[in-house]
Nanobody, 124 residues
Framework: QEQLVESGGGSVQAGGSLRLSCKAS????????MGWFRQAPGKEREFVVF????????YYADSVLGRFTISRDNAKNTVYLQMNSLKPEDTAVYYC?????????????????WGQGTQVTVSS
């Protein structure tokens, strides 16, 4: 069973930046497609971005394109989410997720493992 642990959340003013990290415990991290999702209060969990294991292909939700950047360091078993130009509507709990089959999908059911989430709050 893979364990994912997020960190880096916090509170920031609009226009600010945060970097989230997600560290995996297993030995096969490099084969996973890693994704980030978020869930705001009273809303459904929504896709943010993924990075595919095979070729590093990335895919972003329109709402974050150009502001967020995903990256991964396979030697450290860690995936990052750099968030710039943050807006109040980015406020949510952010979750990292792993697809052990290394595919590239933007829906939550494709992912096998999930972190516990980290809160991001953006004030206006």
């Amino acid at each position: 069973q893979e364990q994912l642990v997020e960190s880096g959340g916090g509170s920031v003013q609009a226009g600010g930046s945060l970097r989230l990290s997600c560290k995996a415990s297993g030995r096969t991290f490099s084969s996973y497609t890693m994704g980030w999702f978020r869930q705001a209060p009273g809303k459904e969990r929504e896709f943010v971005v993924f990075i595919r294991s095979s070729d590093g292909h990335t895919y972003y939700a329109d709402s974050v394109l150009g502001r967020f950047t995903i990256s991964r360091d396979n030697a450290k078993n860690t995936v990052y989410l750099q968030m710039n130009s943050l807006k109040p509507e980015d406020t949510a709990v952010y979750y990292c997720a792993a697809d052990r089959r290394g595919r590239g999908y933007a829906y939550a059911n494709a992912y096998d493992y999930w972190g516990q989430g980290t809160q991001v709050t953006v004030s206006s």
